[in-house]
């Protein structure tokens, strides 16, 4: 696959709005130009400050029937989800929409996975429960009766509804030892894109050195307004708690936790995780550098709550760049 970005997709970010709003914020998206969308898989926000946390598997059916764009999701299997369940979800959308629903599978967050209770593992653990999780569902996706034991257990699963082609399993990388990693056995990856370019080129070509054929996805944080200091306002607000360093993230358990450090979170170090400005022509700049590393699609999230000027701004002035 590769090949130059022609496509930019939209990201809807469930922690952020309501689902009514969403619904609606994905409709301007194919209004403006968008051909794609990736949407969050929470059971709780990263913030009190975002406050919402929609059940994404109830909203595909909605937005995928509202719309022609395409939709992700990124998921955690193993924890509040069985492998089945989310391969059952995951085949019906697809069987109802051919070829327009994909998954991503990573090894998720305490924030999320913690209400069942679970003993939440170290990250190596976490991987290979992920593993043996896309396993089970790849096995599921031909159609097979699946019975196995080890990190999850399953008896005698088969999916009777089934689309004609499976969807492909995705794997997200936050690392460069985790993007090495999903190359052995992903059907892809998502990873974020930054104002540090080389840090994203270097994900991308970890897993490139083992899979130069697979595709590769972004989701880029910017936010977009009026002026350079509303982008960096709204921005601090919205997405304080997602630049807070190192792994920690997926250890909190609660919002109430992640703003405890957010607030020591400043604009500089917001500026150094999110793509901020008021200039169009910089936002540009920005995914043309995404471009270059020959990436699939680029999902865009406009991390502030202005979410109508930024569709409408970057459906007019910057999508025509990419087409």
């Known amino acids: ?25 994905v409709q301007l998206a194919d209004e403006h130009g968008f051909d794609h969308a990736l949407a969050s898989d929470h059971f709780h926000p990263w913030s009190e400050q975002q406050g919402e946390s929609g059940f994404v598997w109830s909203w595909l059916g909605s937005a995928l029937e509202a719309t022609d764009l395409t939709f992700g999701t990124v998921n955690a299997p193993g924890y509040r989800y069985h492998p089945a369940i989310v391969a059952q979800g995951a085949a019906t959308l697809r069987e109802l929409y051919p070829e327009r629903f994909w998954l991503a599978v990573g090894s998720g967050q305490l924030l999320n996975e913690g209400i069942t209770g679970t003993d939440w593992p170290v990250k190596r653990e976490r991987n290979a429960r992920l593993e043996e999780c896309a396993d089970v569902m790849r096995r599921l996706f031909e159609g097979e009766e699946v019975t196995h034991h080890g990190r999850v257990d399953v008896e005698q699963a088969k999916l009777y509804s089934r689309p004609e082609t499976a969807p492909p399993l995705i794997g997200a990388a936050l690392s460069e030892e985790t993007a090495a990693w999903l190359a052995e056995w992903a059907d892809g990856m998502i990873t974020v894109a930054t104002p540090d370019h080389e840090a994203d080129a270097a994900r991308v070509e970890a897993f490139r050195e083992t899979a130069p054929e697979k595709p590769v996805y972004l ?14 306002e709204g921005a601090h607000e919205q997405w304080g708690t997602n630049c ?3 792994p920690v993230t997926q250890e909190l358990r609660t919002p109430e936790q992640y703003d405890e450090l957010a607030d020591q979170i400043t604009a500089e170090e917001v500026e150094e995780n999110v793509r901020v400005s008021g200039d169009l022509e910089e936002h540009i700049a920005w995914l043309e550098a995404d471009v270059e590393l020959d990436v699939d699609r680029v999902f865009v999230h406009n991390v502030n709550t202005n979410q109508e000027a930024f569709l409408e701004a970057f459906g007019d002035d910057v999508l025509p760049s990419f087409q």
């Open 1 to 25: 696959m590769g090949g130059p970005v022609t496509d930019l997709g939209y990201h809807a970010s469930h922690e952020q709005f309501a689902p009514s709003a969403l619904l609606e914020y």
């Open 219 to 232: 989701k880029a944080q910017h936010s977009y307004a009026e002026s350079d200091a509303d982008a960096l």
């Open 244 to 246: 807070i360093p190192g």
